[in-house]
Nanobody, 118 residues
Framework: QVRFVESGGGLVQPGGSLKLSCAAS????????VGWYRQAPGKQRELVAT???????NYADSVKGRFTISRDNAKNTVYLQMNSLNPEDTAVYYC????????????WGQGTQVTVSS
């Protein structure tokens, strides 16, 4: 089972940027899709962005145009570049496989906290 370690979160002012990293324990190229999820207190976990092994990407409407998901297969790492951050982006961000497989594996890592506040 592939495991993920998220990093790069922190405190940033509105309008600022952060780049999150997701280091996988195995080849991400062998995974059909890898996604960034986030969960704010009292809210359901939501899928923010997905990258397929074909290179295709999907984004939630709330982050489209502001966030960019990418990967480095050689480093087995997936990134999430977050620009124009706003307080609504505050959440714990997780990296995982596509949701069906994530639920099947029943695994979520520690996540990385992103706090957007002035």
């Amino acid at each position: 089972q592939v495991r993920f370690v998220e990093s790069g979160g922190g405190l940033v002012q509105p309008g600022g940027s952060l780049k999150l990293s997701c280091a996988a324990s195995g080849s991400i190229f062998s995974i059909g899709r890898v996604g960034w999820y986030r969960q704010a207190p009292g809210k359901q976990r939501e899928l923010v962005a997905t990258i397929f092994n074909t290179g295709t990407t999907n984004y939630a409407d709330s982050v489209k145009g502001r966030f960019t998901i990418s990967r480095d297969n050689a480093k087995n790492t997936v990134y999430l570049q977050m620009n124009s951050l706003n307080p609504e982006d505050t959440a714990v961000y997780y990296c995982n496989t596509g949701l069906p497989l994530a639920l099947r594996n029943n695994y979520w890592g520690q996540g990385t906290q992103v706090t957007v506040s002035s």
